[in-house]
């Protein structure tokens, strides 16, 4: 690790199509030196090829040192970070890699976990269903909603005789008709059971509606690599930073933050998906347009979360 950037120069070992638009890749130290260490959650934000940073979370063993796996959708309609890693990486080719962070943890106090992931919102449950298989102690279900078999990542490996019982697969086909029953899953409460959910925002927000009862420190959520926070009829708009006067332009296939980062306005931030909380501002004017899973509904007419919230007004002013 370079200590004053604090990234990893790792080389690619493998490299697959694991699903329709989906690659899995292994990245090691070039001399098999071993890598931070990690827990299933975690995510690393890596450089693509295009210049631009992206979090990815860690689907690997977080047992095995030797390599770090993620996995990644192929959006043709994203910002161009899964399109510059999907087309153009190869095996042999250096990555900077940062140091795993966790935002979305396994909560050492639960009893048991529900596990739902929707699409590339697979890869941090895969890591969880190693480290829960490993502990040994706790029981755990996961429950993994796709399209259909050709898109589904390791499905091959969930639906081994290792998971029996332990991993339910369900593809609707793309018929609203053939869409799991989650109110099954949260209907009631069980007590001391964490319930840990990524993938499409639709899925995010089904599962948010759907556990309003529960303890809401009992619900996680996580929506790396599924391309979410972007829809295709977002606007441009401008923002005014009020502590300086300056006026920044956000495209509309861009983020706040990307669009704050252009003009080298440092905001904290680690998921880059809503999860995690950290790159919060302050909003002075201006109507948001919330995509995150982290503010409460009295914080929302203060606050945005600027890696994937945007404008319903077409200007906002913020504490920056
Ligand atoms: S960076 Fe995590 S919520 Fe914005």
Known sequence: MDPTSGWMRLKITEKRVIA?????????????SALPGFEAGAHVTMKMPNGVNRPYSLCGDPADTGHYEVAIKREANGRG????????????????????????????????????????????????????????LRAFKLVYLTRDADSTAFLDELNSEA??????????????????????LFDKPVTGCHVYCCGPQRLMDEVKDMTGHWPSSSVHFESFGSGNALQTDDREFTVELARTGKTVRVGAGQ?????????????PSSCESGTCGSCKVTLLEGEADHRDFVLMDDEKSQHIMVCVSRACSAHLVLDL
Do not use: C
């Not at 087309?87 to 890699?97: I, R």
């Open 20 to 32: 329709k638009d989906t690659y899995w890749l292994a990245l090691a130290h070039p001399e098999g």
């Open 81 to 136: 970070g899964s399109i510059s890693l999907a087309d153009g990486t190869q095996v042999g080719d250096w990555m900077d890699v940062s140091a795993p962070v966790n935002a979305f943890s396994l909560d050492a106090k639960a009893k048991s976990f529900l596990l739902v992931a929707g699409g590339i919102g697979i890869t941090p449950m895969r890591a969880m269903l190693q480290q829960l298989q490993a502990e040994g």
């Open 163 to 184: 998971w029996a019982g332990k991993v339910m697969v369900h593809h609707d086909q793309g018929d609203a008709q053939k869409a799991f029953d989650l109110w099954k």
């Open 255 to 267: 983020s706040l933050l990307d669009a704050l980062r252009g003009e080298r306005v440092l905001v």
